[in-house]
T-cell receptor
Framework: DGGITQSPKYLFRKEGQNVTLSCEQN?????MYWYRQDPGQGLRLIYY???????QKGDIAEGYSVSREKKESFPLTVTSAQKNPTAFYLCASRRGGGYTFGSGTRLTVV | GIQVEQSPPDLILQEGANSTLRCNFS?????LQWFHQNPWGQLINLFY???GTKQNGRLSATTVATERYSLLYISSSQTTDSGVYFCAVDGTYKYIFGTGTRLKVLA
């Protein structure tokens, strides 16, 4: 079945480390998105990509980086510049109509 | 940018009750989707409904694009309906989410 796979489900990061969250889709969707969700809050857009080799900053891009070298993959790196990275991260993809979301990665700074 | 407001913010129901969740948006949109976020965080697509009415079992949704609102109806609620319901709208290239309605259904 087609879908979006995010890994890992849980991730622990030490202060000062960069970590990369994986997002892979086999839906043949052109657009992909990364959202951040804090406890009890809605979703905020970090980065999005409409096509391969192109991506745009969302509303809270500072401290994050992405790449889009393949249509299927849109990894998110949380850098040491992100001062408060503990959150739930959701990846989504879309082609034309509605969005499909992955199951998310919970990142905790230890 | 587009503002999305959902009401009520919190809702507690007895099992079997019906409810209506509302989503208001401040500008014309191309797409609108309703999601249910389960206790594990997964966002489950309920309806893709930029306009009109759709039904899926006990759930139905109506979007009146000209008046900039959408309604999600839950009938005969069950404890498994608990969670957070989000409305998201798409003005151009990205979805903007409301802050959600937190629903708890009591047995």
């Amino acid at each position: 079945d087609g879908g979006i796979t995010q890994s890992p489900k849980y991730l622990f990061r030490k202060e000062g480390q960069n970590v990369t969250l994986s997002c892979e889709q086999n839906l043949n969707h052109d657009a992909m998105y990364w959202y951040r969700q804090d406890p009890g809050q809605g979703l905020r857009l970090i980065y999005y990509s409409q096509i391969v080799n192109d991506f745009q900053k969302g509303d809270i891009a500072e401290g994050y980086s992405v790449s889009r070298e393949k249509k299927e993959s849109f990894p998110l790196t949380v850098t040491s510049a992100q001062k408060n990275p503990t959150a739930f991260y959701l990846c989504a993809s879309r082609r034309g109509g509605g969005y499909t979301f992955g199951s998310g990665t919970r990142l905790t700074v230890v | 940018g587009i503002q999305v407001e959902q009401s009520p913010p919190d809702l507690i129901l007895q099992e079997g009750a019906n409810s209506t969740l509302r989503c208001n948006f401040s500008d014309s949109v191309n797409n609108l989707q309703w999601f249910h976020q389960n206790p594990w965080g997964q966002l489950i697509n309920l309806f893709y409904i930029p306009s009109g009415t759709k039904q899926n079992g006990r759930l139905s949704a109506t979007t009146v694009a000209t008046e900039r609102y959408s309604l999600l109806y839950i009938s005969s609620s069950q404890t498994t309906d608990s969670g957070v319901y989000f409305c998201a709208v798409d003005g151009t290239y990205k979805y903007i989410f409301g802050t959600g309605t937190r629903l708890k259904v009591l047995a």
